[in-house]
């Protein structure tokens, strides 16, 4: 609830206390928003010099590859996500979730375009999962491959070992990470310092591998390279992979702290262990195996193996809390069923845990270690997700640019057209890797996509089905006054979706039961295209007649609907309650597929028939008591 939020703003108290809370932010946002992004250094120069690319380890390939590297970081992550697409806040929240409410708002009252942008969110966010499943997968392997590095006799227990992390991993999620998240920033400190020292160690031994900083090598090697390098592009976009976690967990830290930890730390460290890998395979080309663990020293592999799968957890605990808060949005916005949200801890509120939703990557990132066996051949299904949502969100940030920051029409398009041609040259490089593994996460996008496409349009079926049925409100209400039928003390709220029409269980209850209660409230939940509902915006009380109230309760979409919390706020604004004398009624509908009706194809209407029967109740989403509770069932064709 908003008051919450607001309890929870850090309170003012000096110079000292100020940066020490912004230190604190910065050291957070090491430990939850560059994990992914961070542990990239474990698998790209590997996975670009694979043998089907055709590439070698000479030095203008090396460097190119590395200009290429460069200058990815510098134009997708630090120009693109840190410095502008990350002014897109949605009061202070990110995401793609976020990104769509303001694009829409920009959009303006045009049906259509606002469809188009909600239809792009929506693929973009499935692709996002496509993603939450991959990364787990390639950066636990990644790290545990040093077994392979350090012992080759162990290399068959790294499926294994592997699988017993991520089982663990996923495991945790349902205590929640507020107590071991304190170490996270520590720890992720230690990985970056690992890589810069690293890279540090091996650039002094080539020094002249600093010259890829000069963005002409990266010219020179496409212009030498030909067809090879439009197919490293693929590889290399992995250097990029997890930028988008920083818009979307934006949220949690600010602005700040994650544009200071960036370029503060966090680039700084990666390019150096870049280059330092880029300097070992200018001496020692034989080290293309695995440069990231033949840069370690002997003496630090096994310490550096334990540290890299740490930091490994860490980026896929990322990853699957993106995840949960991504789900948890699109269940308030109605693009997902209602499902059980866990809060795992008191003081943050955006710490949440979906039972569903682990059960489900736990299963499907399980399956794709088993299936892919090795980070070499999950490369192939990675990026190719991660590209295509990088597209939307370029899309959708110009919209916003051009309506609501109020950008020259040409800087929208100049800028637009840049940006694009980055992602979409990095996406037509990843498509020529779908048959080798860039269709996985595909097929999981587009499965998503259904689910969530279904979902939204049988609910708007639904309440056309429901509004074009239900009895006008004034004329019942007024015959009501006319013609009293027996009341009976105590308040009634009819959950309804329609306040026009007289609910469902309202007619039921007087057609079966044949009373009235001596106070009915029409009751509806909007979820606002905000995170936080306003105090002044959330209850909205309109009187009908002596005895008939209709009630608008008003959540943003990072909130949980508590209705009897928010019933209790009513007294101020003149409608009090009493729990113990108010009865809840819904209608609770039981969908049935029609052939008669137009609306979706009919196996689209049984996919959404079963998901409305398996969703959690919308009493208990609501969080109304049950001892307060009334159901009567509905049956509604579409």
């Known amino acids: 609830m908003s008051e919450q939020v607001h309890d929870q703003a850090p309170v003012s108290g000096g110079a000292d206390n100020g940066h020490g809370a912004k230190s604190a932010l910065i050291l957070g946002a090491l430990g939850v928003v ?5 542990t990239s250094p474990l698998y790209t120069m590997h996975e670009t010099f694979l043998p089907d690319h055709g590439l070698h380890p000479h030095p203008s390939t090396v460097l190119g590859i590395l200009s290429l ?59 996002f999962f496509g993603d939450g499943v991959i990364t787990p997968s390639i950066t636990v392997l990644s790290a545990i491959e040093g077994l392979q590095v350090a012992a080759p006799s162990l290399s068959h227990y790294v499926v294994p070992v592997t699988v017993a992390v991520l089982l663990g991993l996923f495991w945790l999620q349902r205590h929640g990470t507020a107590r071991i998240g304190v170490l996270f920033g520590p720890i992720m400190m230690l990985w970056f310092l690992a890589l810069a020292v690293i890279g540090v160690h091996n650039i002094i031994k080539a020094p002249g591998v600093l010259w890829a900083l000069n963005p002409w090598h990266a010219v020179q090697f496409f212009m030498s390279h030909g067809a090879a390098s439009f197919l490293a592009l693929g590889s290399v976009v992995l250097c990029v992979t997890g930028a988008e976690a920083l818009y979307t967990d934006m949220g949690h830290f600010g602005r700040y702290p994650i544009r ?17 890998q880029g300097g070992l395979l200018l001496n020692h080309p034989e080290a293309i195996a695995n440069p990231f663990y033949h840069s370690v020293p002997n003496w630090a592999l096994y310490p550096m193996i334990g540290l890299a799968t740490a930091a490994a957890v860490i980026a896929s605990q990322a990853v699957i809390s993106g995840a949960f808060t991504v789900c948890r949005q699109a269940i308030q916005l109605g693009f997902l069923p209602r499902m059980q949200v866990v809060h795992t801890s ?6 949440v845990f979906l039972p ?30 991660v590209t295509g949502t990088m597209a939307i969100d370029t899309v959708l940030t110009m919209i916003v640019a ?30 020529l890797k779908i048959p080798d593994g860039g269709w996985f996460p595909l097929v999981l996008g587009v499965l998503l996509f259904t689910v969530m496409t279904t979902w939204r349009r049988g609910r708007e079926l639904v309440v056309r089905e429901i509004k074009q049925g239900g009895l006008a409100l004034t004329p019942f209400i007024e015959n009501m006054t006319e013609h009293p039928p ?12 329609n306040q026009e029409a007289v609910p469902h269980a309202l007619l039921h209850n007087l057609k079966h039961n044949k009373v009235l209660h001596e106070r009915n409230v029409l009751l509806t939940v909007a979820i606002l295209e905000t995170p936080v509902a306003e ?96 159901e009567l069932g509905a049956q509604v064709e579409i």
């Not at 892919?372 to 999950?378: I, K």
């Open 402 to 431: 051009r309506r609501m920051w109020q950008w020259n029409r040409t800087v929208v398009i100049l800028t637009g057209l840049l940006l694009l041609t980055i992602d979409l040259s990095y996406f037509g490089a990843n498509t």
């Open 356 to 385: 569903w939703i682990n059960r489900g990557l736990m299963v499907a990132v399980i399956a794709t270690v088993i299936g892919f066996q090795s980070s070499n051949a999950l490369a192939g299904a990675y990026g190719i997700a």
């Open 535 to 630: 105090a002044e915006e959330r209850i909205h009380i309109s009187r009908l007649s002596d005895d008939f109230y209709s009630l608008e309760l008003r959540f943003g979409f990072a909130e949980d609907p508590n209705i009897p919390l928010a019933l209790s706020r009513c007294t101020r604004e003149g409608l009090g309650f009493d729990m113990m004398d108010t009865t809840f009624f819904l209608s609770r509908e039981s969908i049935v597929s029609s052939e008669r009706r137009p609306g979706m194809a009919p196996w689209r209407d049984k996919l959404f028939a079963f998901m409305a029967r398996n969703a959690l109740p919308a009493t208990a989403f609501f969080q109304i008591p049950g001892n307060r509770l009334i």
């Open 69 to 127: 590297v460069t200058w990815s970081l510098i134009m997708v992550v630090a120009v693109k996500y840190v410095s502008l697409v990350m002014r897109a806040d949605n009061k202070g929240e990110g995401g793609i979730m976020a990104l769509m409410t303001l694009a829409q708002r920009a959009a303006g009252k045009s049906v259509r375009a606002r469809r188009l942008i909600m239809l792009m969110a929506l693929l973009g966010a499935a692709l």
């Open 346 to 351: 008191r003081e943050a509120i955006g710490q």
């Open 260 to 276: 200071a930890a960036w370029f503060g730390f966090v680039m700084p460290a990666l390019l150096l262990n870049y280059y330092g």
């Open 486 to 497: 027996m009341r009976v003390p105590g308040t009634a709220v009819f959950l309804t979706a």
């Open 34 to 38: 560059f994990g992914d992004i961070g």
